[in-house]
């Protein structure tokens, strides 16, 4: 049989507890199935009025288990209890209807705050914060408002009034019709700024997706993003400016709401820019970027990504270096520069189901997307520049902070093998050279640069390469830059701010997603509790 007994800290006198025990002598029958709770109630009912019965279970509350229901069953009664039926409990109820104002939420908590008092001072002892915690913990998680959108798995099960809330620019629209005469000339660069900003303004959109729906084919050889216009000096200058306009529209429109870009064919090198103007980049198997195509042209196209979103030193050296380097979707993703990969006999399906997150209302878009990207995507296969890191890092880097082109070739000459042999080949040209010593002096200094600055500097050395293709790399990158970024954004110098960032995901996650079984022993629920990231 339990007892309530003296010890350290006891609320009640020697005699109190001695009364209690003396006065109440349980037969050894009830004693296995009476509890402690149903004593004191018996005793303060037939054998002592006048102790202090609060008191009691309050000491009671403070002692281990003394044949304490567990308390889920003390919950479940509580709930249970007919308090429609229970005397004096309406006299509670004027203090729960004590005003007009309250809300319903509020009305509610009272009147269950009012039956938890009611039944913990004449029923049994129960704590109404520690009651509240424990269904707060047990209640069922809501379902997502928009769980629908997850359940609509089947290809073809998708419904276009879901996608009300998603601008599709289609560049098909602007672009040439026929193979081999694609060009993404001064009014289609215009055309897209257009549609991309008219989406802007648009509060019904909560995404806008770039699609290319020439590129849907499957056995389609059509451009993604062909060459940018340069049939003359005056055609390539105002192309150009154009085009670092629509990528600045891209970065602002970024800042409030997701940009996805669907990359479903080759990207000329030229237009890479816009691409790398969103993190939100999906490829299929038909990507490609080919770094040698249209270099002599515009040499330094997305000059201030490459030069800042590379993680491993001397990686963005290695590519601006490597004439005949084409990047597809499993280098893409290797650089962290890709939030998925589809295969492109899937495109049509996957990318409505991807879009379909988008349904999901601001702030919440970003992420909802983000996890419709990794549960779509598929890996991509391994990256070839991952595996010449080491050499990466040993021969290229070095040019990242003053090291020269010709220092990297004299390097490699001296190693005498088959794949120094294979580049030294590719980089003999002399016009190349000069492509890669501009690269690399541009990318030395954009560095230390803000985006509106290496905007500027990339449109003005562009522009004065194209004039004087043999001046040197320092003079061309060194060169004023105060008017270039008046001219590209038409005077409007102040609506583009110092640094136009484009919303990433934390580096943890892009490490994860580049490496899962680094991480295999962390608890990533835990960390995602901190931190809404892409982890799974």
Same mark, same amino acid.
């Given at each position: 049989?339990?007892?309530?007994?003296?010890?350290?800290?006891?609320?009640?006198?020697?005699?109190?507890?001695?009364?209690?025990?003396?006065?109440?002598?349980?037969?050894?029958?009830?004693?296995?199935?009476?509890?402690?709770? /149903?004593?004191?109630?018996?005793?303060?009912?037939?054998?002592?009025?006048?102790?202090?019965?609060?008191?009691?279970?309050?000491?009671?509350?403070?002692?281990?288990?003394?044949?304490?229901?567990?308390?889920?069953?003390?919950?479940?009664?509580?709930?249970?209890?007919?308090?429609?039926?229970?005397?004096?409990?309406?006299?509670?109820?004027?203090?729960?209807?004590?005003?007009?104002?309250?809300?319903?939420?509020?009305?509610?908590? &009272?009147?269950?705050?009012?039956?938890?008092?009611?039944?913990?001072?004449?029923?049994?002892?129960?704590?109404?914060?520690?009651?509240?915690?424990?269904?707060?913990?047990?209640?069922?998680?809501?379902?997502?408002?928009?769980?629908?959108?997850?359940?609509?798995?089947?290809?073809?099960?998708?419904?276009?009034?879901?996608?009300?809330?998603?601008?599709?620019?289609?560049?098909?629209?602007?672009?040439?019709?026929?193979?081999?005469?694609?060009?993404?000339?001064?009014?289609?660069?215009?055309?897209?700024?257009?549609?991309? &900003?008219?989406?802007?303004?648009?509060?019904?959109?909560?995404?806008?997706?770039?699609?290319?729906?020439?590129?849907?084919?499957?056995?389609?050889?059509?451009?993604? $993003?062909?060459?940018?216009?340069?049939?003359?000096?005056?055609?390539?200058? /105002?192309?150009?400016?154009?085009?670092?306009?629509?990528?600045?529209? $891209?970065?602002?429109?970024?800042?409030?709401?997701?940009?996805?870009?669907?990359?479903?064919?080759?990207?000329?090198?030229?237009?890479?820019?816009?691409?790398?103007?969103?993190?939100?980049?999906?490829?299929?198997?038909?990507?490609?970027?080919?770094?040698?195509?249209?270099?002599?042209?515009?040499?330094?196209?997305?000059?201030?990504?490459?030069?800042?979103?590379?993680?491993?030193?001397?990686?963005?050296?290695?590519?601006?270096?490597?004439?005949?380097?084409?990047?597809?979707?499993? /280098?893409?993703?290797?650089?962290?520069?890709?939030?998925?990969?589809?295969?492109?006999?899937?495109?049509?399906?996957?990318?409505?189901?991807?879009?379909?997150?988008?349904?999901?209302?601001?702030?919440?878009?970003?992420?909802?997307?983000?996890?419709?990207?990794?549960?779509?995507?598929?890996?991509?296969?391994?990256?070839?520049?991952?595996?010449?890191?080491?050499?990466?890092?040993?021969?290229?880097?070095?040019?990242?902070?003053?090291?020269?082109?010709?220092?990297?070739?004299?390097?490699?000459?001296?190693?005498?093998?088959?794949?120094?042999?294979?580049?030294?080949?590719?980089?003999?040209?002399?016009?190349?050279?000069?492509?890669?010593?501009?690269?690399?002096?541009?990318?030395? &200094?954009?560095?230390?640069?803000?985006?509106?600055?290496?905007?500027?500097?990339?449109?003005?050395?562009?522009?004065?390469?194209?004039?004087?293709?043999?001046?040197?790399?320092?003079?061309?990158?060194?060169?004023?830059?105060?008017?270039?970024?008046?001219?590209?954004?038409?005077?409007?110098?102040?609506?583009?701010?110092?640094?136009?960032?484009?919303? /990433?995901?934390?580096?943890?996650?892009?490490?994860?997603?580049?490496?899962?079984?680094?991480?295999?022993?962390?608890?990533?629920?835990?960390?995602?509790?901190?931190?809404?990231?892409?982890?799974?």
């Amino acid at each position: 049989m339990s007892l309530i007994t003296q010890v350290e800290g006891c609320i009640f006198s020697a005699e109190e507890l001695q009364r209690f025990h003396k006065y109440y002598t349980w037969s050894s029958t009830d004693s296995d199935h009476t509890t402690v709770d /149903e004593r004191i109630d018996y005793f303060a009912a037939n054998i002592d009025s006048s102790i202090d019965i609060q008191r009691l279970r309050a000491w009671l509350s403070t002692m281990d288990a003394h044949n304490k229901p567990p308390v889920n069953e003390l919950y479940s009664r509580f709930e249970a209890y007919d308090f429609a039926n229970a005397p004096g409990f309406n006299k509670l109820l004027a203090q729960v209807y004590n005003t007009d104002e309250a809300s319903k939420y509020e009305l509610d908590m &009272r009147m269950e705050q009012a039956k938890a008092r009611y039944y913990s001072e004449h029923i049994e002892p129960l704590n109404y914060d520690e009651y509240k915690a424990f269904k707060e913990a047990r209640a069922p998680k809501p379902m997502c408002p928009y769980q629908h959108l997850w359940d609509l798995r089947e290809e073809g099960s998708t419904s276009g009034k879901l996608l009300d809330n998603v601008c599709v620019v289609d560049l098909a629209d602007y672009l040439g019709q026929l193979v081999g005469e694609e060009l993404l000339t001064l009014e289609a660069v215009s055309k897209i700024h257009d549609a991309v &900003r008219q989406s802007a303004y648009n509060e019904q959109y909560h995404a806008v997706a770039i699609v290319n729906s020439n590129c849907s084919a499957e056995d389609s050889s059509r451009s993604f $993003l062909p060459p940018l216009e340069a049939t003359t000096v005056e055609r390539q200058h /105002e192309a150009l400016s154009a085009l670092l306009r629509l990528q600045v529209e $891209l970065r602002q429109l970024g800042q409030s709401k997701p940009v996805v870009i669907f990359a479903s064919g080759p990207v000329d090198s030229s237009a890479i820019g816009v691409i790398l103007s969103t993190a939100d980049i999906v490829t299929t198997d038909k990507f490609s970027v080919s770094l040698a195509t249209s270099v002599q042209k515009f040499p330094l196209a997305a000059l201030y990504d490459w030069s800042t979103r590379l993680e491993h030193p001397g990686t963005a050296e290695f590519i601006a270096c490597h004439p005949d380097l084409v990047l597809r979707s499993s /280098e893409w993703a290797g650089l962290g520069l890709g939030q998925g990969f589809i295969a492109h006999r899937h495109l049509a399906g996957t990318m409505d189901r991807i879009l379909l997150a988008a349904s999901c209302p601001p702030p919440s878009t970003r992420d909802a997307l983000r996890k419709a990207y990794m549960a779509e995507s598929v890996y991509p296969g391994p990256s070839k520049i991952s595996v010449w890191r080491p050499e990466i890092e040993k021969y290229f880097a070095p040019m990242a902070n003053g090291g020269s082109l010709d220092e990297l070739i004299e390097a490699l000459r001296g190693l005498d093998l088959e794949w120094t042999k294979k580049y030294l080949a590719l980089v003999g040209d002399g016009s190349w050279q000069r492509v890669a010593r501009l690269r690399v002096a541009a990318m030395r &200094r954009a560095r230390n640069m803000g985006y509106s600055q290496v905007l500027a500097m990339e449109f003005a050395a562009t522009n004065a390469w194209a004039k004087n293709p043999s001046a040197s790399a320092d003079v061309l990158v060194n060169g004023s830059v105060d008017d270039s970024l008046s001219e590209i954004l038409g005077g409007s110098k102040p609506a583009i701010a110092e640094t136009v960032d484009i919303p /990433e995901e934390c580096p943890f996650a892009q490490m994860y997603r580049k490496n899962p079984e680094r991480f295999k022993h962390i608890d990533l629920q835990q960390i995602a509790k901190h931190r809404s990231v892409d982890l799974q």
